[in-house]
Each structure stands twice: as structure tokens, then as C-alpha cells.
């Protein structure tokens, strides 16, 4: 029997305080599902659910690559297909159809997504991602509160360079709930809030974003509405003090989790992240000149004697700054990697 492998995702957005889910209609077939499409070359399970839910929905999406469900069916008696869905939030809301392939898309309330969906796999395959996105901090915190995170903090970060876009959040989101799972009396909707907020200073410029972005919380009306005052002040002074150069240990937990978080030292992508920041804030310099000053900044803050402190063990960092320090000793891969994310940015 033949198989065959699809990948796709179940993506969620928040409108006026409801939680919304993505659906297609697709052409063959005449069904009602989610984005997906069969893997390409030696693409992993999450590149070809974003290639795919780019191609037919023209949506970027962050994919929690731990939120996910399988479903195996056969087509015509003779091929066994499985089809990897993960749960995704969306990164914009402007849709933009595939047309030889779907004929409709839509945003449907969570509670009708059930009555919408074609097929019962598709279905349970819904049901077995909401049973999981249900446990999480997010889901059980207030709509409204989530809504307004989403629809009026997050978009703001579309101003910012590309090193520091909705993903950036999502990231450490996701990794500031992963490092409070292991400490004990810690409160997870703090942890969220001040994932969303750690960067909104770039607003009012890099060089003080920390602090500004701690005022703009303290002065967040919807904030001040959910929250005490000894919360916003847990909150304002984690946000101070998660800067990368900032000497001292932060005050609470909260601050070293936010600073933790924000490290992320996955080596290819601080190199990507590094290039990107460059060419936003020096676009007219040449690559050479790029090349240059992203190694300047990467010694700088990652080196043997840089200014970086990890401040919490976490194995993923511990690793991730041994391996870039390993890489930086070997200038010609460094050069060649930052000319790659150079010419992808540039689109040369």
C-alpha cells in the first residue's frame, strides 16, 4: 500500500473577545478543513505546515510545535495518508485564498467550528488539539483580557524591526511558560503578561526600551483593571530587568524568567536575528559592512568575555551559548552564515 504524508495547522485568532478558528473550503473534494499539504523533499513536519497554510491563506503563522495530533486515513483503498496538524496562531489577519484550490475562507466561533468541519477525523482531530490548548495558561485566563493582548499589544510589535516582530513574542511566550513549569508557586498569567509587554518600549526607541516598556504597563488601564498593584509592580520591574547588558541579577524570579527567555541562544537563529536588527537600522550600509558589524555584536554580547548572563540553568541556553561561542571561533562559517540570512533579508 502506498503512503503519503500531510502536514498542516489549526490556527486561532482573537476578535471582539472570541476565540476564532481558520477554516477552508476546499475545491477537490468539496470539504470544509484546515490547511494542509503533503511534505516536499526533506522539508520537517512544521516547514511544510507553514509552506502550506502560506500558500493556500497567504497567513504566517507561529506554530507550537508541541500542541499536535495525527490522523490516518485511506484514499481509494490503495494509499494510507497521514496528516499532521498543529495548533497556530496567526501573525496577521489578512487572508488571501489559493485559488486554484479552495474556494472559501473563513473565520468561524470556536463553539461552531465542530458544526463546520467536513470529515469526523478532522473533527477529532480538532477535539484532541483543544483538549491540550485547553490546559494551558492562556486559554483559562479571561478572554477579554486575552483579546486585548492580542488585538491591541501584539500588533504593535509589527512597527518593530524584524528581529523583534510577533514571533519574537510567541517565542518567549512559549519559553517563559516552559522555564515557569519547574518552579514551584509561580504565577503563570504574570508570566504570560509580561512576555507580551517585555519589548513594547522599542515603541519609544531601543536604547531605554526596558524602562519604557515597564511605564506602558504600569499604565496599561486594561492592566490595572485585572491586576493589584503589587502584581503590576512584580510585573514593571521583571520588564526592567530583563535587558541583556543589565548587570544585576534580577529582582524576582519573574525578571530572571523574562531574561532567560528573551536570551533564546539557538546559534543560527541570534545570527538571523542579529542580521535582521542590522538591515532594519542600517540599511544602507554594505554587506561587507554588515558582515562586520554582526560579528562586532555577536563577541560582543556572546563571546568568551561577553556582556551576556544567563541568569537561570536552562539547558537549552547552556547549550545553545556553548555552541555559538564554538562557532565563533571558526569566522569563516560565522561570515558565510551572516552573508545567508544577509542575501534571505535582502532577497538578493
Known amino acids: 500500500m502506498k503512503k503519503e504524508k500531510s502536514c498542516g495547522t489549526i490556527i486561532y485568532r482573537y476578535k471582539d473577545q472570541r476565540r476564532q478558528f481558520l477554516l477552508i473550503h476546499q475545491k477537490n473534494g468539496d470539504f470544509i478543513g484546515f490547511p494542509k499539504g503533503h511534505v516536499e523533499g526533506f522539508e520537517t513536519e512544521v516547514e511544510t505546515a507553514k509552506r502550506e497554510t502560506k500558500e493556500e491563506t497567504n497567513l504566517e503563522v507561529f506554530i507550537f510545535e508541541h500542541i499536535k495530533t495525527k490522523i490516518t486515513y485511506r484514499i481509494y483503498d490503495h494509499v494510507e495518508k497521514d496528516v499532521v496538524f498543529f495548533l497556530a496562531a496567526t501573525l496577521s489577519d489578512q487572508t488571501e485564498k489559493q485559488v486554484e484550490e479552495i474556494l472559501n475562507i473563513m473565520w468561524v466561533d470556536e463553539d461552531e467550528v465542530l458544526l463546520n468541519l467536513t470529515h469526523k477525523n478532522t473533527k477529532e482531530a480538532f477535539s484532541k488539539i483543544m483538549n491540550v490548548f485547553k490546559q494551558s495558561i492562556e486559554y483559562q485566563m479571561d478572554i477579554k483580557l486575552v483579546s486585548y493582548l492580542y488585538q491591541f499589544i501584539l500588533p504593535i510589535y509589527h512597527k518593530f524591526d524584524d528581529a523583534h516582530q510577533l514571533d519574537h513574542v510567541h517565542q518567549v511566550l512559549k519559553t517563559s511558560l ?13 508570566v504570560y ?7 513594547i518600549g522599542n515603541l519609544f526607541g531601543r536604547k531605554n526600551h526596558h524602562l519604557t516598556g515597564a511605564e506602558y504597563l504600569e499604565e496599561d488601564e486594561m492592566i490595572n483593571s485585572f491586576f493589584t498593584n503589587e502584581e503590576i509592580k512584580i510585573m514593571k520591574e521583571a520588564i526592567e530587568d530583563h535587558r541583556a547588558s543589565n548587570k544585576c541579577r534580577p529582582r524576582s524570579i519573574y525578571g530572571e524568567i523574562i531574561a532567560e527567555a528573551d536570551r533564546d541562544i ?11 536588527f542590522g538591515i532594519s537600522h542600517y540599511p ?12 562586532a555584536h555577536l563577541k560582543e554580547k556572546y563571546g568568551e568575555n561577553g556582556y551576556l548572563k544567563l541568569w ?12 555559538l561561542r564554538t562557532l565563533l571561533q571558526d569566522e569563516d562559517k560565522v561570515i558565510k552564515t551572516i552573508e545567508k540570512y544577509y542575501k534571505m533579508c535582502k532577497k538578493i
Open 284 to 295: 544602507d550600509i554594505s554587506m561587507d559592512q554588515h558582515v562586520t558589524r554582526a560579528i
Open 266 to 276: 539557538i546559534p543560527e537563529r541570534i545570527i538571523e536575528r542579529t542580521v535582521q
Open 193 to 199: 503578561i509580561i512576555a507580551f509587554y517585555h519589548d
Open 178 to 190: 516552559e522555564l515557569a513549569q519547574d518552579i514551584n508557586g509561580i504565577n503563570e498569567t504574570l
Open 312 to 323: 537561570l540553568v536552562s539547558k537549552k541556553n547552556s547549550e545553545g551559548l556553548k555552541k
